[in-house]
């Protein structure tokens, strides 16, 4: 394995954390176990020919390939299942099933597809129970193209299909066999995977009730980590709720327009509640910063 210079680790994990935020600070061994393979495919002798590669293909092909490479896409069907939870229980009562609108949820950071896939089913599961009554719409997106790729097949493993609820594999997957199984068109129809940097602003600009953001946070440092929320914020309606994991901490991202709900949910301030908490108790706080209410409320750092 060709082993990276101090210099040349420096410039690849620096571009890799401007542009995309993921801190490979302490990840020398990851980059020279993912990219080693990627010398040899494009000829390079050494990383400092790769990355001039890299940077000279205005195609952007090897950019995204070393992306691909360097992304963790780890995730399962009903990963952190007490958010699923709490959606049906705590916030699909509360919606205005009656105004004739929808519900929008983005799923930033969806890698493979099988948090949106997990969202889908429990959703079309209320609906068939009456407990939603209005339509729903689910916007996956991740960096990383190769994931996505895989998020739109929605086919999965042995590992998978274990995790499944037991009514969903027939209701909303197709049998298993050859050592894989597929999600049916009816679930996919309620799901649009697009290509997408949390870094920037989402370009179809469309507001959400409910976005989860989870297990990308740890990969970022304090000041991308900032960056993300704002933008994320952006997105999300007042009074709507953003999920994160619960082994994530919003440490760092003082003024967001959002209040710790329990661990690992916010609540967007601004909202139709908010006003009324406002004409009761005019000391009402409406920007709380949720570092400090954060970690008074679960210890985490
Ligand atoms: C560990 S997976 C999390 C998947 C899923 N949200 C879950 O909780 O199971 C992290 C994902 O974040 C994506 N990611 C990392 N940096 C990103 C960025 N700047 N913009 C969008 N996605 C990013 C990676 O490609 C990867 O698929």
Redesign the pocket.
């Known amino acids: 394995m060709v082993k990276l210079t101090e210099n040349e680790f420096q410039t690849i994990s620096g571009y890799v954390r401007m542009h ?3 801190n490979l600070e302490k990840k020398q061994f990851l980059i020279e176990s993912k990219l080693w393979i990627e010398l040899a495919r494009c000829k390079a002798d050494n990383y400092t020919d790769y990355w001039q590669k890299v940077r000279m293909d205005h195609t952007g092909e090897m950019e995204q390939r070393m ?2 490479l360097l ?6 069907f009903c ?2 299942e007490a958010h699923f939870s709490f959606l049906m229980n705590q916030i699909l009562p509360k919606l205005d099933q009656n105004s004739g609108g929808m519900l929008n949820i983005w ?6 597809g ?2 949106c896939y997990t969202l889908a089913m429990y959703l079309l599961d209320c609906q068939n129970m009456g407990k939603l009554t209005m339509p729903f719409r689910i916007l996956g ?4 193209e190769k ?1 996505l790729k895989a998020a739109e097949k929605g086919r999965y493993g042995s590992g998978d299909y274990a995790r499944l609820l037991p009514h969903w594999k027939g209701n909303y997957c197709g049998a298993f066999a050859g050592g894989e199984f597929e999600i049916k068109q009816k679930v996919k129809d309620q799901i649009r995977f697009q290509k ?4 920037t602003p989402l370009p179809s600009g469309g507001m959400f009730q409910v976005i ?5 946070l ?3 440092r304090e000041q ?1 980590r900032s960056q ?1 929320v704002k933008l994320i914020c952006q997105s999300l309606k007042p009074g709507g709720y953003l999920f994160t ?1 619960f082994s994530e901490t919003l440490q760092g991202c003082s003024n967001m327009p959002l209040e710790y709900i329990q661990p690992a949910v916010y609540r967007r301030t601004g909202g139709q509640a908010d006003e009324k908490k406002k004409d009761k108790n005019p000391d009402y706080r409406r920007f709380q910063t949720v570092s400090g209410v954060h970690d008074q409320n679960t210890g985490l750092r």
């Open positions: 995309y935020g993921i992306i691909d992304t963790t896409n780890y995730t399962y990963r952190e799923c930033a950071a969806c890698a493979t099988q948090e997106s991740d960096i990383s994931a997408h940097n949390l870094l989860f953001c989870r297990n990308v740890i990969y970022f991308e993300l994991s």
